[in-house]
């Protein structure tokens, strides 16, 4: 009986500890300034103007240097046992999720304006964008590469860190290898800013920014300054918030009675089953607690990319 | 007469005999002195260490500055010196070189895993197997009464810092998760 007991301690511990022990998912995506300097984009009207968007499909498919760094990058965080996620698999998933949508487009399609980097990486589930850009420059006979690989947390598209710099002059070095030089000399720095930025997010949670609205003339009747048994909609949110974050940290820097703006919104990193929060999760559970009695308001809860959210009450 | 003529050369011989035994002792305590000093001297950063050009994947190049009053001294320093500065000290960068920061920057973690770094750093210690001196680049310069000698070192980085890390002395980018 003894043994059985501890043997289900020792089983419930590892379940626990399992649970703690998700990493960060991290992807290597070609920056918009590199994309579009090199004629990898498609250009879209928006609301009157043209908007340049990267095409990260072209770019792998006629790049072989974004490839070669993507897989010297992948090969190097492997080593540190931290494989990075494929854009290539996530492009193709997100071309798939694209079709699926269209055939839906009435109850999704006008819902999700997402950047194409909000839609990778919220197809990925990507915690940490690394955005890589290099240029070459010629110094006569000599040429050297400038690179930048730049950490953003796809929840708030917050800078974590940079590593850059413009490698020696050199008048027989392939272009190739000189990016795989930059890229091996410039890893360590990288990583550490890293590792600051992990430790950070164990600490004191995941940063996320949730926009609370209210429909005009909704059919609940209600707006933020509504009261219930004496205290305003809006103090009710922002007690729900202090229990639910990480250490009761967010700011309010906006509130009236149709609008309330939450930054800075620090949510656990996992659930307690083990599954990773974002945004539109942790804004769900708020729209769940403001459903429920003594409340009783719908809403309708909005996704832009992995940290931000958009609650609308007052109506589905 | 005859007594004196044998007794003088035997003086001789024994005084030159104790004088060579004495020679035979100072030598290698004043080595040993030079060597501790440059243990000393490793321990208070009295080194040089700068980026010594692009190294291949795992590893660092450097170019460490070793001063001792010995140049053999100071060239058998440079290993351990490339080594104690990759983990302690770390490096500025220019000229297509990166800087790097040092592998413990924990303040204080020198003096908590004193036992741990003692050994690593004892005189043909494990501090060896992460760094040889590359072949024709060591060059020594007269400083006042001692040598500064400068050597390109190639630093094995990325199994130093498993070792690091299996000893509990850094943090490895998965840890905690």
């Not at chain 1, 598209?157 to 027989?172: C, D, E, M, R, V």
């Not at chain 1, 933020?224 to 004496?230: H, K």
């Not at chain 2, 009053?69 to 990166?98: D, L, M, P, T, W």
């Amino acid at each position: 009986m003894k043994r059985y007991f501890l043997t289900l301690a020792l089983a419930l511990v590892a379940l626990i500890a399992s649970a703690q022990i998700k990493k960060p998912e991290l992807m290597v995506i070609p920056s918009d300034v590199w994309c579009i300097s090199n004629g990898y984009y498609t250009e879209v009207e928006n609301l009157g103007t043209t908007v340049k968007v990267p095409n990260y499909k072209q770019a792998l498919q006629e790049n072989m240097g974004l490839k070669l760094a993507i897989a010297k990058l992948n090969d190097l965080m492997a080593e540190r046992q931290f494989p990075l996620q494929s854009l290539e698999q996530t492009v193709k998933n997100l071309e798939q999720r694209r079709m699926e949508d269209n055939l839906t487009t009435s109850k999704a399609g006008n819902e999700l304006a997402e950047s194409p980097l909000d839609e990778v990486a919220r197809t990925a589930k990507c915690d940490i964008i690394l955005e890589l850009s290099w240029e070459v420059k010629d110094f006569g006979p000599k040429h050297s590469i400038s690179y930048i690989l730049e950490a953003r947390d796809a929840y708030t598209a917050k800078s974590i860190g940079a590593a850059s710099g413009t490698g020696a002059q050199s008048f027989s070095a392939d272009v190739d290898v000189l990016l795989e030089e930059a890229i091996v000399a410039n890893m360590d720095n990288f990583v550490n800013r890293l590792m600051d930025h992990f430790q950070e997010m164990q600490t004191i949670g995941r940063e996320i920014s949730l926009d609370i609205k209210v429909f005009a003339d909704n059919a609940a009747g209600v707006d933020l300054e509504t009261e219930f048994d004496g205290e305003e909609l809006v103090d009710i949110i922002n007690n729900w918030l202090q229990v639910n974050t990480v250490q009761g940290r967010f700011s309010m820097p906006y509130a009236s009675e149709n609008i309330a703006n939450f930054t800075q919104v620090r949510i656990p990193v996992y659930d307690e089953r083990g599954r990773a929060i974002d945004a539109n999760g942790f804004a769900k559970s708020l729209a769940k607690y403001l459903k429920k009695e003594p409340y009783n308001i719908p809403s309708k809860v909005l996704v832009k990319g992995l940290g931000r959210a958009v609650i609308i009450l007052g109506e589905k | 007469m005859w007594r004196n003529n044998i007794v003088k050369p035997y003086m001789f011989m024994k005084k030159f005999l104790l004088s060579l035994l004495v020679v035979a002792l100072c030598v290698p305590a004043s080595a040993g002195l030079r060597q501790k000093q440059a243990n000393k001297d490793t321990e208070n950063f009295r080194y040089e260490i700068e980026c010594g050009g692009n190294a291949i994947q795992g590893t660092y190049l450097v170019k460490v500055w070793t001063y001792s009053k010995k140049a053999s001294v100071a060239e058998n320093q440079c290993r351990k010196n490339a080594v104690h500065g990759v983990i302690f000290k770390g490096y500025g960068g220019g000229q297509g070189c990166v800087s790097q920061r040092p592998m413990v920057n924990t303040p204080g973690a020198e003096t908590q895993f004193k036992e741990y770094f003692d050994s690593f750093f004892a005189d043909g210690g494990e501090f060896q197997k992460y760094a040889s001196i590359i072949g024709g680049t060591t060059e020594s310069v007269k400083v006042g009464r001692e040598y500064k000698v400068g050597c390109t070192v190639s630093v094995r980085k990325d199994d130093l810092r498993k070792a690091l890390e299996a000893a509990g002395i850094v943090r490895g980018l998965n840890s905690g998760f």
